[in-house]
């Protein structure tokens, strides 16, 4: 029997390649546009716990060391393309320690 492929994922903090079910997404969600194409509101930054929502995604470990290394090098910044506040920062961390 074919064994079934493994999706790999590289964590944003650690930069190790990891299975997909062992990492947690943050997700970027798609900006509110009107109808001739301005943003009217931003996507809200959040942590995607079952891996469903739309928009722009990266991994990072299940761990807050890690997390802690993305948010220092400002790798989310990079990965979502905007500036990010602490406040989301904040929030973040506090959702990743009730998730453990």
């Given at each position: 029997m074919k064994q079934k492929k493994i999706p790999m994922r590289k964590c944003t903090g650690?930069?190790?390649?990891?299975?997909?079910?062992?990492?947690?997404?943050?997700?970027k969600a798609p900006d509110t546009k009107d109808d001739n194409g301005?943003?009217?509101?931003?996507?809200?930054?959040?942590?995607d716990l079952s891996g469903k929502l739309p928009g722009r995604g990266a991994y990072v470990?299940?761990?807050i060391s890690c997390l802690n290394k993305a948010i220092k090098a400002k790798r989310f910044e990079r990965a979502f393309q905007t500036s990010i506040p602490e406040e989301i920062y904040e929030k973040l961390k506090r959702e990743m320690e009730q998730g453990e």
């Amino acid at each position: 029997m074919k064994q079934k492929k493994i999706p790999m994922r590289k964590c944003t903090g650690c930069g190790e390649m990891k299975p997909k079910s062992e990492l947690v997404r943050v997700v970027k969600a798609p900006d509110t546009k009107d109808d001739n194409g301005e943003i009217l509101e931003k996507g809200a930054i959040s942590l995607d716990l079952s891996g469903k929502l739309p928009g722009r995604g990266a991994y990072v470990c299940a761990d807050i060391s890690c997390l802690n290394k993305a948010i220092k090098a400002k790798r989310f910044e990079r990965a979502f393309q905007t500036s990010i506040p602490e406040e989301i920062y904040e929030k973040l961390k506090r959702e990743m320690e009730q998730g453990e």
